[in-house]
């Protein structure tokens, strides 16, 4: 359940205690099937994933409100803490993300995910740095609005973090169909992996050596900074 009573829709696949959380952005025909070019290849990797249709969108609940999507993203990583995990990270899209950078205080992710921010004003900025934990931007170069403003919220956010530009006018989760697709996922994949692994040797338990983040940085086609 999410803030206000409203009933949120879910879905899973099982895996490890390493969970990611995907929130799509918002719009009219936007629910978590956004997500089906990307979630399976994560459960794949024995991830468990939770993808989730946001309040007002797909068989949810409720309308669009920034503040009670706000619990709504804390109600769903509190779920999957409840549920066993060890290492979470969420991945956002569009009107979601900046909703994921100010409540990254609360939420304490260990990795994100960030597609195609579409920040809020200026001075609503300072509250979208995050909490100092990883992060990956992506953005469709093609589009100058877009762009923009990933760099401006990558700019901006606390901690490591690096911006992926796809050649591409596509957006947000439709990042990861059409030609940019494979590339779109195998920084996803390959990020998360990596954070993964990075938490485990922290932790005394080590997953198994990913590739390193400079690595992470460049593919063909892409520019990243």
Same mark, same amino acid.
């Given at each position: 359940?999410?803030?206000?009573?409203?009933?949120?829709?879910?879905?899973?696949?099982?895996?490890?205690?390493?969970?990611?959380?995907?929130?799509?952005?918002?719009?009219?025909?936007?629910?978590?099937?956004?997500?089906?070019?990307?979630?399976?290849?994560?459960?794949?990797?024995?991830?468990?994933?939770?993808?989730?249709?946001?309040?007002?969108?797909?068989?949810?609940?409720?309308?669009?409100?920034?503040?009670?999507?706000?619990?709504?993203?804390?109600?769903?990583?509190?779920?999957?803490?409840?549920?066993?995990?060890?290492?979470?990270?969420?991945?956002?899209?569009?009107?979601?993300?900046? @909703?994921?950078?100010?409540?990254?205080?609360?939420?304490?992710?260990?990795?994100?995910?960030?597609?195609?921010?579409?920040?809020?004003?200026?001075?609503?900025?300072?509250?979208?740095?995050?909490?100092?934990?990883?992060?990956?931007?992506?953005?469709?170069?093609?589009?100058?609005?877009?762009?923009?403003?990933?760099?401006?919220?990558?700019?901006?956010? @606390?901690?490591?973090?690096?911006?992926?530009?796809?050649?591409?006018?596509?957006?947000?989760?439709?990042?990861?169909?059409?030609?940019?697709?494979?590339?779109?996922?195998?920084? @996803?994949?390959?990020?998360?992996?990596?954070?993964?692994?990075?938490?485990?040797?922290?932790?005394?338990?080590?997953?198994?050596?990913?590739?390193?983040?400079?690595?992470?940085?460049?593919?063909?086609?892409?520019?990243?900074?």
């Amino acid at each position: 359940a999410g803030a206000a009573g409203v009933v949120l829709h879910g879905q899973r696949w099982a895996g490890s205690g390493a969970w990611v959380v995907l929130l799509h952005d918002r719009g009219d025909d936007v629910d978590l099937d956004c997500w089906q070019p990307l979630a399976p290849h994560l459960a794949a990797r024995d991830w468990t994933v939770l993808a989730v249709d946001l309040r007002g969108h797909g068989a949810s609940g409720g309308t669009w409100d920034p503040e009670l999507v706000a619990e709504d993203v804390a109600a769903a990583v509190a779920f999957a803490r409840s549920e066993g995990a060890r290492f979470l990270a969420i991945v956002a899209a569009g009107a979601s993300v900046p @909703i994921v950078l100010s409540g990254a205080a609360a939420t304490r992710p260990d990795a994100l995910v960030l597609l195609s921010p579409t920040p809020g004003p200026d001075d609503e900025m300072a509250s979208m740095r995050g909490a100092g934990e990883p992060k990956l931007f992506l953005v469709g170069s093609g589009d100058d609005v877009a762009r923009d403003a990933a760099e401006r919220m990558r700019h901006a956010a @606390i901690g490591w973090g690096v911006l992926i530009r796809l050649p591409t006018v596509e957006q947000g989760a439709a990042l990861l169909g059409g030609g940019v697709a494979a590339q779109a996922r195998e920084h @996803i994949i390959g990020f998360l992996a990596e954070q993964r692994f990075l938490a485990g040797r922290r932790s005394g338990s080590p997953r198994g050596a990913v590739r390193s983040q400079s690595e992470a940085k460049s593919a063909a086609g892409t520019d990243a900074e």
